[in-house]
């Protein structure tokens, strides 16, 4: 049975950084690429970046710069480092394995100006 778990969101001031984990079971992270999305009330998930299963990363345009996504295989986790936090970076964050339906629950990230 394949769990994301993430974490590691909370309130933090603008222009902080926090670096979200979602941490993986049943499934190993080498073997798949793994995605990051954000969520704001009544709007679509938005794909934030991936990093596919040879490592390489790829992110929306308005990330780069911001956003980095990173695992540690031997932890079967993966980061997303999001730096100079905006007030419209207010989300929940999930993490996803790519081309699967595999979510993990979320984690709220609240930006205060």
């Known amino acids: 049975q394949v769990q994301l778990v993430e974490s590691g969101g909370g309130l933090v001031q603008a222009r902080g950084s926090l670096r979200l984990s979602c941490a993986a079971s049943?499934?190993?992270?080498?073997?798949?690429?793994m995605v990051w999305y954000r969520q704001t009330p009544g709007e679509q998930r938005e794909w934030l970046a991936t990093?596919?299963?040879?490592?390489?990363?790829n992110y929306i345009h308005s990330a780069k710069g911001r956003f980095t996504i990173s695992r540690d295989i031997a932890k079967n986790t993966v980061y997303l480092q999001v730096d100079s936090l905006k007030p419209e970076d207010t989300a929940m964050y999930y993490c996803?394995?790519?081309?699967?339906?595999?979510w993990g629950q979320g984690t709220q990230v609240t930006v205060s100006s």
């Open positions: 049943g499934i190993s992270i080498s073997s798949v690429a």
């Open positions: 996803r394995v790519f081309g699967e339906q595999y």
């Open positions: 990093i596919s299963r040879d490592g390489t990363a």
